[in-house]
């Protein structure tokens, strides 16, 4: 375990390193290793353990009766997820959690972690509160999403997602998480009419790209 890694993320910020290694064992931590594809929870399943991804990212995805996938959200290295439903026993997953590459994870029991403990208590109420502002961010996220798929036009879409990617970075070049099947699951739309607007968006001098590396430009869309 790479506990300087550990300490920098947003669960475990604001703890050392001797710290964070003395609160895995009160945590009922494990670690856990998955290919690219292959599900680490499934709708419908229940679960107390949260999950940090250590390395590699996942893809917060839901599937309709016919096998239509929307992805909601990106997990990078790092970050946090199935939260939500370890910290409320019995609730069954409405979505599914994917690996997009080889990655591994490490889980936490969430009970325990609420819970404070004669071992590590002193170190809990940081957890506890980052772990609040993590789920305040998630749902800015979810929020930001619906404002992303709101536009009734493929174009609108993409304007709204990717100049959102651009303030993030801080530039207008950039690089988003998703491969076009990805991103077209992400905003809602068929993948290749996106990939027809996109072409059209870059001979109209909006934007240029290759594969998930983009540059906007001034022209008005």
Known sequence: ?????????????????????????????????YVKGELIYRAGEHTENMGLVLSGS???????????????????AGQLFAET????????????????ETCEILFLNAARLLK????????????????LQISAQKNLELSRRSLHTAPKSIRGRLLSYLSVCAKQAGSYQFSIPFNR???ADYLGVDRSAMSNELSKMHRDGILSYDKNNFVLRQTEP
């Open 181 to 183: 099947q990805q991103l």
């Open 1 to 33: 375990m790479n506990y300087l890694f550990l300490t920098n993320t947003m669960l475990f910020r604001g703890t050392a390193v001797g710290e964070a290694a003395a609160m895995l064992g009160c945590l009922g931590s494990f670690e856990s290793r």
């Open 116 to 131: 404070t403990c004669p071992n590590s208590c002193a170190h809990h109420n940081r957890l506890i509160q980052n772990l």
């Open 58 to 76: 996942v893809n917060i995805e839901i599937d309709d009766w016919w096998g239509n996938k929307t992805i909601l959200g990106h997990i990078e």
């Open 85 to 100: 439903y370890a910290c409320v026993p019995g609730e069954p997953l409405m979505v599914s959690v994917a690996a997009c």
